[in-house]
């Protein structure tokens, strides 16, 4: 069993920058690969960054490539997105996700076993 708790999200315009955090408690954090998701309103849950367990290697969704950096603390059993240059198309409620048993960084929902709750991300024009 894994539970984790996001940050609370926020309303920021665009341009401005937000940092969403995620803490894990239960199985060795250091141990399984993590992620982050978004779902906007009318739309499908989509990937939006994955870290690989030691945190050596990241992957992007093209969307946020260049402007969202993932980054992990095993020591403080966290996961960090920093988000940058948000644009009113990263609006969505943001998932984080641990991914206890691929042998690679996932970019598919299904490949996730737990979830966080979500918190809102809202971009204002």
């Known amino acids: 069993q894994v539970q984790l708790v996001e940050s609370r999200g926020g309303l920021v315009q665009a341009g401005g920058s937000l940092r969403l955090s995620c803490a894990a408690s239960?199985?060795?954090?250091?141990?399984?690969?993590m992620g982050w998701f978004r779902q906007a309103p009318g739309k499908e849950r989509e990937f939006v960054a994955a870290?690989?367990?030691?945190?050596?290697?990241?992957s992007y969704a093209d969307s946020v490539k260049g402007r969202f950096t993932i980054s992990r603390d095993n020591a403080k059993n966290t996961m960090v997105l920093q988000m940058n240059s948000l644009k009113p198309e990263d609006t969505a409620v943001y998932y984080c996700?641990?991914?206890?048993?691929?042998?690679?960084?996932?970019?598919?929902?299904?490949?996730?076993?737990?979830w966080g709750q979500g918190t809102q991300v809202t971009v204002s024009s």
């Open positions: 996700a641990a991914d206890l048993y691929s042998y690679r960084i996932a970019t598919i929902v299904g490949e996730y076993d737990y």
């Open positions: 239960g199985r060795t954090f250091r141990s399984y690969a």
């Open positions: 870290i690989s367990p030691s945190g050596g290697i990241t």
